[in-house]
């Protein structure tokens, strides 16, 4: 197994907070990593960075084994990055088959056309894209009057589109139900395994974290402090107090496996 | 104390709640209970009259409060805290409290920024910080204390455990049963099973808009297929 | 040493108006959201209302009660215009609303035209403060030493509100969450009505208080809405602290620029605006616009579809008929058709970029009036054939639009509006000042197009041809690969980065784009008249083409071209009438209110309720 997406000494500071402490870990091939923690521990700073949105204080980021700190997003979803946002980003004028024919356009270079009509383009692989993640039937339903959940679905074909090598999913189930995340998470599961994508996610459900996480790191105050089997993280009396407690508010093991 | 009768309400030409009905005794915390887009939010909105029902009669300790402007249905003691925080970012703590602040009510628990501040200690700290420099967590608790500040009989609390880190929906768990055993009244919407478990008396579940269940968390438990078609928790 | 203090002096004591409607302006976009265009008219009729009273009204008293009085009925006027014009459209779409606003100027300059008659007025010098102080040698005013002084007072007064009292903490709440305030128990009508009040009296103070220094006329509600623009602009949306400082730069600057600099005053201060905005995008004391906070309203628009067989059909035979107007239309008619199709192409090509690339442009007769120019200099200068000139005219036009919108580009919302109007009055004044070029307000003349052309049927044809071309041809493009992209960078420019996409580089050519055809119609409309004055730069004729689109409709593709059509025939016939404004601010009141969709998309709506055209499936 290669290594996709590794970080070294990733840090970012505002002015004198540091939000993100000297973050290195490694992704392999294939993985599906869980990174878990309180709200402010720094997720989202880690996630921008990783994205391109935010230009690190110091550190690296290597995506396979070439470095890509200080690229833009859009030239780092060119080398192959896919990313879902917390909060759905989609194009609310268009149809959905038509949010996904954009991201095909893009990926083949096809923006700075004027003669030829947008909607013909691409629809035969954009409707594919859809198929697989159960969204075929709505294809020609206009964007705004979906379903959350199926925004949800929407986005991930949409940052399907270019075949990633990795995808990057902040908080991916954060506004659904019990039963969608565990829907999604699992087509998810399926996809890394199918087409071999390797995923790095955020989490606020631990059900979802423990059922589907292959591993888990733990961030707080910006420094990871844990990393490890669901059954180590929940075993890890740190990550208990800062971020776990007394486990009251989500659901024990029957639940986690089901 | 809150009946809801038979409200349809529309978001755009979405249809979001079809006739959907429930009623809150007073002083109990009822769950309303149900997946992302079934309409729990919408319910809340609906009572606020921030959205406004198409059909349908909302009313508050015997009033009609349907078609009220949103400050009206605040003004008669009905607090809302809504999903997404909606703190103002640019304000301190205290100046937070100062916008919800209302005059003395009769039946209800008059809070002042120290009472609160003992609720919680957290923000006591960060009294005269902007709202913007707080945590996910102090956020969700500056915006329960400012819809307290109101002195409500009755609050509508919408989703308070999303997004947020477990530790902190323990303490907020904690505060609701206080809250409750000084005698308020509680709507709490909410996908976290094991809160709503932890703090309500009674459930509603809601499924695309219209009600699927009513009944005490007893009588949930008692039906596990209920709990699953709908929650799958 | 002691003329520079004196300089600063005056400046100074010129900046008190101007910060008291900057302030005015700030404070009811804070709360409300409305970019309030009536404010100059606030501010004139503040002046108009105070020298009246200080006709009636004797001495001192008379005087500062005059002034005071002035404030306060602005203040009511506003409260009118606040609870008839603008609370029933708080929900209509985004900067609809300013489209009501511009038909409250237009009411207030008939109504002012009626009441005190076209001539300018003299303000009357305050009693016992006729004479001048000496500062280190120097005369200075009284009146300048009082305002002084008296600034710094209601600006100290406005802070303690804002920063102290509970009523200025709802404000501050309202101007980030109206709706939450609502919801806890603040009546936000009365809040909204009250700071529309406050901000209006301030304008009537601020019109009022420069009566010694200046006068009334009917032109000063313009004249002041740009520096007060530029002011609220580099202190920063909302900030009070912010205004004062940017009213206090403005006019120091402006002082300074009359002693060493006359023939480019004008310029000057849009250039420093320009600076301000490049290196703190948000203003001094301004915070970033968060894009769609709460209380923003307005469906989604909905997704585009090339026109059925049916609609081609019905716009073929409209345009064959059109064709056919020379054979059976009088003269007139033709001038007038020609005129209207000129406008729908200036219309269309900002609707492109506002419809379609959310980019709310309030200097888009940069490129129109900018068009014309390059043509009329062309042939002035170096003697260019009117054909060469008519075609090199748009590219002018567009290269113009490249280096604006390059510029403009880095801000985002009300920013970014500001800084196009910014541009568009910097080349007004530039061709205002330069008149040895430009002919200055003399405009340039004798621009006519060849003989094959010169006459009005075959210049019909040659606009139909052009107008109507270029119509089809930006309706083409929002149906391309490029348009979609726009659209998408406008939907959402996170997915759109995050997809590959280069929002940047495709706004830019866009605005390039928009530009170039807005040039085109100003190339048409320089030979069609065969002369060229600056005020087809001027921020009217920006507002003009704004106001159709929004009444025509944003979110609907052929929006910008039935409204340009429709307000451009309206107009050609009322003008003929003495108080055509009165008229034309009331039917544009009126279409605020009754159609916030705009024409098209309030039509297809009654349409698809009485069972026409198609429900979207939802």
């Given at each position: 197994?290669?290594?996709?997406l ?12 540091v ?10 091939e ?16 880690c996630?921008?960075m ?8 110091s550190?690296?980021?290597f995506?396979?084994?070439e ?30 088959v038509?949010n ?27 409707l ?6 159960g ?12 379903a ?25 189930t ?9 829907a ?49 993280i929940?075993?890890?009396p ?12 989500f659901?024990a ?6 | 104390?809150?009946?809801?009768n ?7 030409k ?10 809150v005794p007073?002083g ?9 887009g ?7 909105k ?37 999903e ?10 205290s100046?937070?409290?100062?916008v ?15 009472m ?40 509508l609390?919408?989703e ?46 809601i ?16 039906q ?8 799958a928790? | ?8 002096l005056?400046g100074?004591?010129n ?22 265009f ?8 503040g ?11 004797p001495?001192?008293v ?20 606040e ?9 209509a779409p985004?900067?609809?609303?300013l ?8 009411v207030?300059?008939?109504l ?9 007025q003299l ?15 120097e ?27 509970r ?18 128990g ?8 009250g ?47 912010g ?35 490049m ?5 001094l004391?301004g ?22 067989r ?10 064959v ?7 059976i ?37 940069a490129?129109y009036?900018?068009g ?5 200099l062309l ?23 490249i ?10 919302g ?32 004798n ?5 094959w052309l010169?006459?009005n049927?075959?210049?019909f ?7 109507v071309g ?26 759109a980065e995050?997809?590959g ?13 928009a ?10 409309f ?27 409709g ?9 409204g ?7 107009e050609?016939i ?21 159609a916030?969709?705009?024409i098209?998309?309030?039509l ?12 979207q499936?939802?």
């Amino acid at each position: 197994m290669s290594v996709v997406l590794e970080t070294r000494g990733l840090t970012k500071a505002f002015g004198g907070l540091v939000a993100v402490d000297n973050v290195s870990f490694q992704l392999q091939e294939s993985e599906l990593l869980a990174l878990i923690g309180p709200n402010g521990a720094g997720k989202s700073t880690c996630f921008n960075m990783l994205m391109g949105q935010l230009p690190p204080t110091s550190g690296e980021v290597f995506l396979m084994g070439e470095k890509i700190t200080g690229l833009k997003p859009r030239q780092i979803w060119r080398k192959g990055v896919g990313r879902t946002f917390q909060i759905t980003a989609t194009y609310s004028s268009m149809t959905v088959v038509e949010n996904v024919q954009m991201a095909l356009l893009s990926h083949n270079g096809r923006i700075f056309r004027f003669r030829s009509q947008a909607h013909r383009l691409y629809r035969k692989e954009a409707l594919a894209l859809l198929d697989m993640v159960g969204m075929a039937d709505q294809a020609d339903r206009h964007c705004a009057v979906l379903a959350y959940g199926d925004l949800k679905r929407l986005e991930l074909a949409t940052a399907l589109a270019h075949e990633p090598t990795l995808l990057l999913m902040d908080e991916p189930t954060a506004g659904m139900a019990p039963k969608e995340r565990i829907a999604l998470m699992q087509l998810t599961a399926d996809i890394v395994r199918d087409q071999g994508v390797s995923v790095l996610f955020t989490e606020h459900d631990m059900d979802v974290v423990f059922a589907h996480s292959h591993r888990i790191m733990v961030l707080n105050r910006g420094a990871l402090i844990a990393e490890g089997s669901a059954a180590e993280i929940r075993a890890n009396p740190m990550v208990q107090e800062v971020y776990l407690g007394g486990g009251t508010v989500f659901g024990a093991e029957e639940h986690a496996d089901a | 104390m809150l009946e809801v009768n038979h409200i349809n309400s529309f978001y755009g030409k979405a249809h979001v709640l079809r006739d959907l009905s429930l009623d809150v005794p007073r002083g109990k915390v009822v769950a309303l209970l149900g997946r992302n887009g079934a309409g729990k939010s919408t319910t809340m909105k609906s009572i606020m009259q921030l959205v406004r029902p198409q059909s349908g009669s909302v009313m508050f300790q015997g009033q009609q409060i349907t078609g009220l402007l949103p400050h009206k249905v605040a003004k008669m003691g009905i607090g809302y805290v809504p999903e997404d925080r909606r703190i103002f970012t640019d304000l301190t703590v205290s100046e937070n409290l100062v916008v919800g602040q209302q005059p003395p009510r009769e039946g209800a628990v008059t809070w002042t920024e120290d009472m609160l501040f003992d609720l919680f200690p957290n923000l006591a700290e960060r009294r005269n910080n902007r709202g913007k420099a707080l945590s996910g967590g102090e956020q969700q608790m500056l915006t329960i204390a400012r819809t307290l500040m109101g002195n409500p009989l009755f609050v509508l609390l919408d989703e308070p455990s999303e997004g947020v880190a477990p530790v902190i929906v323990e303490q907020m768990a904690r505060v609701i049963q206080q809250l409750k055993s000084e005698g308020l009244t509680v709507l709490l919407s909410e996908q976290n099973l094991h809160f709503a478990q932890a703090v309500a008396d009674m459930a509603v579940i809601i499924e695309s808009g219209e009600r699927a269940f009513h009944g005490t968390l007893a009588e949930l438990n008692a039906q596990p297929e209920v709990r699953d078609a709908f929650l799958a928790a | 040493m002691e003329f520079f203090v004196a300089q600063i002096l005056t400046g100074l004591a010129n900046a008190s108006s101007l910060f008291l409607v900057a302030c005015g302006l700030s404070l009811i976009f804070g709360v409300t959201r409305i970019v309030n265009f009536a404010h100059g008219s606030l501010y004139m009729l503040g002046a108009y209302i105070g020298l009246t009273l200080m006709e009636t009204l004797p001495g001192h008293v008379g005087f500062w009660g005059s002034i005071l009085l002035a404030g306060i009925a602005v203040g009511l006027i506003g409260v009118v215009i606040e609870m008839l014009v603008l609370r029933p459209v708080y929900r209509a779409p985004e900067l609809f609303q300013l489209v009501a606003t511009f038909g409250v100027i237009l009411v207030i300059q008939d109504l002012a035209l009626m009441i005190w008659g076209p001539e300018d007025q003299l303000g009357p010098r305050a009693p016992g403060l006729r004479g001048v102080f000496r500062i280190m040698g120097e005369p200075i005013p009284k009146y300048d030493i009082v305002l002084l002084i008296i600034t710094p007072i209601i600006a100290l007064a406005l802070w303690y509100m804002m920063a102290r009292t509970r009523l200025g903490v709802l404000v501050r709440a309202a101007t980030q969450d109206r709706e939450m305030v609502g919801a806890l128990g603040v009546n936000q009508a009365w809040l909204f009505t009250g700071v529309f009040a406050l901000g209006s009296a301030l304008a009537g103070l601020g019109g009022a208080l420069q009566l010694p220094k200046g006068g009334a006329d009917l032109l000063m509600d313009f004249t002041i809405l740009t520096p007060v623009f530029v002011v609220v602009v580099i202190g920063g949306m909302g900030s009070l602290p912010g205004a004062y400082l940017a009213a206090i730069i403005i006019s120091v600057l402006n002082v300074f620029g009359v002693t060493y600099i006359p023939q480019s005053t004008l310029v000057l201060m849009f250039l420093v605006m320009i600076v301000v905005l490049m290196i703190r995008p948000y203003g001094l004391f301004g915070r970033e616009e968060v894009a769609g906070e709460h209380g923003q309203v307005g469906e989604p628009e909905e997704p585009i579809k090339p026109a059925s067989r049916q609609t081609r059909l019905i716009v073929a035979a409209g345009l064959v008929l059109l064709a056919l107007l020379p054979l059976i239309g009088s003269n007139f008619a033709l001038v007038l058709s020609t005129d209207i199709l000129i406008f729908c192409l200036f219309a269309a090509s900002l609707h492109f970029l506002l419809g379609l690339g959310g980019m709310v442009s309030f200097g888009h007769a940069a490129y129109y009036g900018g068009g014309a120019y390059v043509a009329a200099l062309l042939v002035t200068w170096t003697n260019t054939p009117m054909e060469l000139a008519f075609l090199l005219a748009p590219f002018g036009a567009g290269l113009a639009a490249i280096i604006i919108g390059w510029v403009c580009l880095r801000l985002t919302g009300v920013y970014f509006a500001m800084l196009t109007l910014a541009f568009a009055q910097l080349l007004w004044s530039l061709v205002w000042q330069w008149q040895d070029v430009t002919g200055g307000d003399d405009g340039l003349v004798n621009i006519w197009p060849s003989d094959w052309l010169n006459n009005n049927t075959a210049f019909f044809y040659f606009a139909l041809l052009f107008s109507v071309g270029g119509i089809l041809v930006l309706r083409h493009v929002a149906h391309s690969p490029f348009g979609y992209a726009l659209r998408a960078a406008r939907d959402s420019q996170r997915q759109a980065e995050a997809t590959g996409i280069d929002t940047q580089r495709v706004k830019l050519l866009a605005f390039t784009f928009a530009g170039f055809m807005g040039g085109l119609a100003g190339a048409l409309f320089v030979f069609s008249k065969g002369s060229v004055f600056p005020n087809e730069l001027e921020i009217v004729r920006s507002f003009d083409a704004l106001i159709v689109v929004f009444l025509g409709g944003v979110k609907t593709l052929a929006g910008g071209v039935v409204g340009a059509a429709f307000f451009k025939g309206v107009e050609d016939i009322l003008t003929r009438f003495e108080y055509w404004r009165l008229v034309m601010g009331l039917l544009i009141i009126f279409v605020v209110v009754v159609a916030p969709e705009g024409i098209v998309g309030s039509l297809r709506r009654a349409a698809r309720r009485i069972g026409l055209g198609k429900e979207q499936p939802s």
